[in-house]
């Protein structure tokens, strides 16, 4: 029975928005608060089930019913979080490589109940799942949870995964042992939203690098679908902030601090003491500061605080105090101390005057995703300094507040010159810069953030449903009217058709359920099978040619081999082919200059392949050689360049596959069945030539079934999404398989 409720979102983070007190009282949670607050902005309008781990028997209190507490081993969430998530994710995330070889014992261990954890999710969303819901995946402690859903849920289940941290570059992720799992996690959602455009692009490099696929400027294609990747940089709640910074509290600590400082100006820092955070590069740059400008001595303070991280750094600790001695007992004077470390949690009231007094912001992280310190600075200075802001270029931050000075946090005397500049820059530039800055995090908000996520989530989830996809393949309707026709053709090609596309061409050996069905289908009269592939005849001869009864077509067409004879047929004998010595120059030209790309020659045709050449620059070398091939060669020569997966083929203009398929069906005639499958353009002859079956008299008994995304663009009637499927329809038809097999394919996805 379909649900009654209404849809609603939900929402899984690691933790839940509340901690409890040794006395069972529960309290704001410290931590994500502008993720917290978006997720609060979205249960005003709709219904919103927080998901998140929580095991606290000292409870006293009654948890809202919108929180969903997510229970887990104890040690196994302490592997899943200290081990995995900060031991192994974290660094890899912000650029820090593990700097000891174990055995991996320990790092195994932390993998299982990182998967555990994930699953324990999973199991709790899918237990609330209603159709119609969103699922919203938070971060990078749930990366697995996506596939898991998908694997569980109608594949109409709309998943989102936002990623709060950097993604790094895939020279840093390959690293990562785990890094196929971790990728086939994300790629679960229907879409994978990012702080940064280069975060993004990272995680395309790795999807096409690790694991091969293919994307678009839209997303990245997987499993027959394609994933939407999405830019939406998180912003703050500033009601919250300007709530706090206007309270009476904080006004009084403004005045006290303005009176303390009195003469100075204040350059404000806060910062966890963590590798990535900068704490030491902000100090060292602040010593240089006061060695290049020596007029600005007791006259600038700068203040920082740094709270302990949820992990141990305490050689970083040691060296950030020791730093602040040396440059105050250089600089200082018993009436000027230049650095005032304060190395605690500071309270938010505090907090929030720091920030109003501050003349400068400086936040020098060297690896960040979305440090929202740099946005509660802005609002803070509405009524104050309107001071500058100083922010790292590795900041997330740094590509969205336009308005900022940013420096690179390695050079320190960069970040000197440019600390002298925000302290005696004019005015008018002082209040533009604001205005810019406030007038982006006033309209970039927490909860525009969570709106503009999910109305693209949401909008993208019904895409294909407005596109008309390519339906997936009926098998039972297939084996029906298979059964029913007295005489049938089938219809292959061979690369990812008939076996699964591999990086050296060589390899693709046929799988032996594949032959076996081909030897039963070409064992029965009642069949006319061919296999129409772009290979040339040897290896055809070779894995194929041992069938009786197979027919086979070479080089798309050029060269033809009927059931039951030796020999091959040269269909291009009268051709003209010293176009190849032209063609061979402009190929071996882009071979020598693209790493892993090779030539094929073939007796009618050339092809230049570079799948095993680098994703990004292979691709960028294909469209230069196809630039070059269609000013210099097709304008004078009866050839076509033929565009295929991670290759270009130049052949014969007047002979394809369509045309192959147009002679064999004139030459079986009352044929009532046709199976034909192909996986790339140089198939799409095959279908065109084919069409619904009517123009060659076979009215609902032809299935063109494309191999691939049901949303690629295909003048084939069906699709299956792997080779697999088509090699179980044929074990299907050929009695070696039960007609159940495929739905469970289906089912896997």
Request: charge should be neutral; include cysteine.
């Amino acid at each position: 029975m379909p649900s009654t409720q209404p849809p609603k979102l939900i929402a899984a983070t690691h933790h839940l928005p509340i901690e409890v007190d040794s006395k069972g009282t529960i309290s704001q949670r410290k931590g994500h608060s502008a993720l917290y607050s978006a997720l609060k902005s979205v249960a005003a309008n709709e219904t919103v089930a927080h998901v998140g781990l929580f095991d606290a028997p000292n409870l006293k209190e009654k948890l809202d019913e919108s929180l969903i507490a997510v229970k887990v081993d104890p040690e196994t969430a302490k592997g899943h979080y200290e081990g995995y998530c900060k031991g192994v994710l974290w660094p890899l995330c912000h650029y820090v490589l593990w700097d000891s070889a174990v055995d991996g014992i320990t790092e195994t261990k932390h993998w299982l109940d990182y998967v555990a954890v994930n699953r324990a999710f999973a199991d709790v969303i899918i237990s609330l799942y209603n159709p119609g819901d969103t699922i919203w995946i938070h971060d990078y402690h749930l990366l697995l949870v996506p596939s898991m859903l998908r694997s569980a849920l109608p594949q109409s289940a709309t998943i989102g995964l936002f990623l709060h941290t950097p993604f790094p570059s895939s020279e840093i992720f390959r690293c990562l042992p785990r890094r196929q799992e971790i990728i086939q996690g994300m790629l679960g959602a229907n879409m994978i939203g990012f702080q940064t455009y280069s975060y993004a692009r990272h995680f395309i490099s790795s999807c096409s690098r690790v694991l091969g696929l293919e994307s678009s400027p839209k997303g990245v294609d997987y499993k027959g679908f394609q994933v939407a990747i999405e830019i939406f940089p998180i912003g703050i709640d500033v009601e919250r902030v300007n709530l706090k910074r206007g309270s009476v509290v904080v006004k009084e600590k403004i005045k006290r601090l303005k009176e303390l400082y009195a003469g100075k100006r204040i350059v404000i820092g806060r910062d966890k003491v963590d590798h990535i955070k900068g704490v030491l590069h902000k100090l060292l740059a602040f010593e240089r500061f006061l060695v290049l400008y020596p007029e600005w001595r007791n006259k600038v303070v700068l203040i920082q605080v740094t709270t302990p991280p949820q992990r141990e750094a305490f050689k970083v600790e040691t060296k950030v105090n020791e730093l602040v001695s040396r440059i105050n007992g250089t600089f200082g004077s018993l009436e000027s101390v230049p650095v005032h470390h304060y190395h605690h949690h500071l309270d938010p009231d505090d907090y929030f005057a720091l920030l109003g007094v501050a003349d400068v912001g400086l936040i020098t992280s060297v690896r960040d995703g979305m440090n929202t310190t740099s946005h509660e600075f802005v609002v803070c200075q509405t009524d104050t300094n309107q001071g500058a802001l100083i922010l790292s270029e590795f900041a997330g931050t740094a590509g969205s507040l336009g308005g900022a000075m940013l420096v690179n946090p390695w050079d320190y005397s960069g970040v000197a010159h440019v600390l002298n500049e925000a302290l005696t820059q004019p005015y008018d530039e002082k209040l533009n810069r604001h205005q810019q800055l406030s007038s982006y995090i006033h309209l970039r908000t927490a909860k525009h953030w969570a709106k503009s996520f999910l109305k693209e989530l949401r909008n993208w989830a019904r895409i294909p449903d407005q596109m008309n996809p390519t339906p997936y393949l009926d098998f039972s309707l297939a084996h029906a009217r298979f059964n029913s026709a007295k005489k049938r053709m089938f219809l292959f090609d061979y690369d990812g058709t008939l076996t699964p596309i591999v990086k050296i061409p060589s390899a693709a050996h046929p799988p032996p359920d594949m032959l076996k069905s081909l030897e039963i289908l070409c064992a029965d009269p009642r069949n006319c099978v061919f296999v129409i592939s772009g290979r040339d005849q040897a290896p055809l001869d070779k894995w194929l040619g041992h069938i009786p009864g197979l027919g086979m077509s070479a080089e798309h067409g050029c060269f033809i081999k009927y059931p039951h004879e030796d020999g091959w047929h040269n269909l291009t004998e009268q051709m003209d082919l010293s176009w190849k010595t032209e063609v061979t120059e402009i190929f071996s030209y882009f071979t020598e200059r693209t790493q892993g790309s090779f030539i094929e020659h073939k007796k009618s045709s050339i092809t230049w392949h570079y799948r095993l050449a680098d994703p990004d620059y292979g691709i960028f070398q294909a469209k230069e050689c196809q630039n070059h091939l269609s000013h210099a060669i097709l304008s004078k020569l009866p050839v076509e360049v033929l565009i295929g997966k991670k290759n270009i083929e130049v052949r014969p203009l007047s002979i394809n596959k369509g045309e192959i398929v147009k002679g064999l069906v004139r030459s079986e005639p009352g044929v009532e069945f046709v199976l034909c499958a192909g996986d790339d353009k140089t198939d799409e002859d095959m279908f065109r030539a084919l069409g619904d079956g009517t123009e060659i008299g076979v009215d609902g008994g032809v299935f063109t079934v494309a191999i691939g995304s049901a949303t690629k663009k295909t003048k084939a009637g069906w699709h299956v999404v792997t080779p697999e499927e088509l090699i179980d329809l044929l074990g299907i038809l050929a009695g070696t398989k039960a007609e159940s097999s495929p739905a469970s394919v289906i089912k896997s996805l």
